[in-house]
């Protein structure tokens, strides 16, 4: 077997090894989220920490690595006769492609129709018990598997209620998740269900970046020797691991301590308690690894540090991070008050809860002015806070990713009917069905059922689908007076947001001055949409046809990267189109010709209609009839007001 890469031989990352590290020793904790950008050894570091976990002993032949002086009660496999045995712990690799079933185990099938018994098939949540469950890209897991795991992390125990199975097992394992930003964030739900939360980047120093290559080439050159060579100081991990496991229970968590925790949350206004108890626990698990006997305030900073940063977003577009100026002000707040000179309580005054406010600096680039003769760009406007926007979807069944839009037929959802011919997954009454009534002529006699290959029905499922959502914004002069662009900015970020939340891609087209620009291509990074819009400049003229042949342009390619996915556009604009597309042709027409082609390709369409004053042209509505879409006016976006549904031009079916 090759050998894997050292933990000790891991250059840098001094928050995530120490993150991980304490998880070992206190598994309860509740595992980490790593977040990083690609290429920053974020799963070779985790892959290295099983090495170090202490040796488990299990009951031979026990498919849930019970422990054989305290064995689960419950456990699908006792009694427990079979001998005791020690084996090192496991890393287990959940696949972002797994099932339901693959996670939390299900009918055995094979036993089911050879047999004819009900038997449970384990998951792999029953292998990961006592060891290490490793989810890489969790971002892009399904939202319901991330629930069920971090259900069983957070409960030690995995629930299984399908295919006829009921069964409960100990699944206690320490939980370390990985992901890249850049492909869409988890929700902050889940973000809160991970005990602790390191950001990991590249070095930018030189001599880091040379050394990381040194040694990685020394160990592709000799996997086992490299490994040989920092043997000593994974050896030596591991028995501060075991020694510091075995102290935890006699570290002590003094009062003052517990008041500063509960105080240094309640500054950071987190949600719910689970910030203070897993603060708490890392606190104590810090002090066992350092061997301390006693938790004081520098344990209580490093698990602030670890705990905290991820659990701080009041919306799911803030960074995550936590604030250096901030964390010290609220240490020095829940310092205990010295005691009175009478003996009575402390005399300190109370501190004013604060907050750290202020303008974010920011570096990105100004979209350009098109043309010389048209009015100044102005700064971005301030959005209006976004609020819950109303259901657009797209009409008819598609096939596309799972998510929260759309009807599709996918591998989730409910079962509608059992077929012979295209489904996702056994349906296995519809199968037994089909077998029945041939069971006497095919000479059955024993308890198995007899089984042809036309028998077999796969399940038709619908459920939902997440949509390509590509946002086509007027930026021009004509939308560029203050309040009114807050609006706009506030309604597209409410959109956003339910694209967010419904796990949809997402692309940015603006059009202002001579052009229009594909500020963002699709892209899972919904955060990413949402940071380019806040700096989202205006002014100039309006190049409505250039912002609608952007967009067609835009959906024509990405149709043939992901062609399952389907698209919906939303154009938002006030229709005063002022720059045509050829010299002397008129604006208005053009467009409405670039809308033509954009029904005739069968695009979800709406438009959302910014045209204000007491004059008032028409022209949105007119592009939503030539788009074949919807027309929804700007103050009709609130899901308060109507949902509505988005028709496509051509059915699906």
Known sequence: MTAGYPFSAVVGHEDLRLALLLNAV????????????????????????????????????????????????????????????TRPARLVELPVGATEDRLVGSLDLERALTEGVRAYQPGLLSTAHRGVLYVDEVNLLHDHLVDLLLDAAAMGRAHVERDGVSVSHAASFLLVGTMNPEEGELRPQLLDRFGLTVEVAAARDVDARAEVIRRRLAFEADPAGFAARWAPE?????????????????VRLPDPELRRIAAL?????????????????TAV??????????????????????????????????????????????????????????????????????????????????????GGDQAPTRPAAVPDPAYRARLLSVDGIGEGAPGRRSRARSGFGRTLRATQGHGHGLHLVGT?????????????????????????????????????????????????ARKRMSAVTGAVLALLLDAYQRRDKVGLVTFRGDGAELV????????????????????????????????????VTERLRDPRRRPLLVVVTDGRATVPLRSGADPVADALRAAGLLAADGVASVVVDCEHGPVRLGIPARLATAIAGAHVRLDELSADHVTGVVRAARSAA
């Open 26 to 85: 206190h598994p309860t904790i509740g595992g980490v989220l790593v977040r990083g950008e690609k290429g920053t050894a974020k799963s070779t570091v985790v892959r290295g920490l099983a090495a170090l976990l202490p040796a488990v002993t299990v009951v031979d032949a026990c498919r849930f690595s019970c422990d054989p002086a305290a064995p689960d009660p419950a456990c699908p496999d006792a009694p427990h006769d079979g001998p005791a045995v």
């Open 234 to 250: 994974d050896t030596a991990l591991a028995e501060r691991i075991a020694a510091a496991r075995a102290v935890l229970a006699a």
């Open 265 to 281: 949350c309640a500054s950071f206004d987190v949600d719910g308690m689970r910030a203070d108890l897993v603060v708490a626990r």
């Open 285 to 370: 698990a810090h002090a066992a690894w350092r061997g301390g006997d006693e938790v004081d305030a520098r344990d209580v900073e490093a698990a602030a540090r670890l705990a905290l940063p991820h659990r701080r977003r009041r919306d799911p577009f803030d960074e995550p991070g936590i604030d250096e100026e901030q964390l010290q002000q609220a240490l020095r707040d829940a310092e205990p008050d010295p005691p009175d000179p009478d003996g009575g309580p402390g005399s300190g005054n109370r501190p004013e809860d604060s907050e750290v406010d202020g303008p974010v600096a920011d570096g990105g680039r100004q979209d350009s002015a098109g």
């Open 432 to 480: 037994l069905a089909a077998a029945a009534p041939h069971q006497l002529a095919r000479g059955r006699t024993g308890a198995g059922i007899l089984l042809r290959r036309t028998d077999v029905r796969r399940a038709v499922r619908e459920g939902k689908e997440s949509n390509l959502v590509l946002f086509a914004v007027d930026a021009s002069g004509s939308m560029a």
């Open 520 to 555: 963002l291509p699709p892209t899972s990074s919904v955060d990413a949409a949402v940071a380019r819009l806040r700096r989202l400049t205006t002014g100039g003229r309006t190049p409505l046809a250039d912002g609608l042949l952007r967009a067609h342009r835009t959906l």
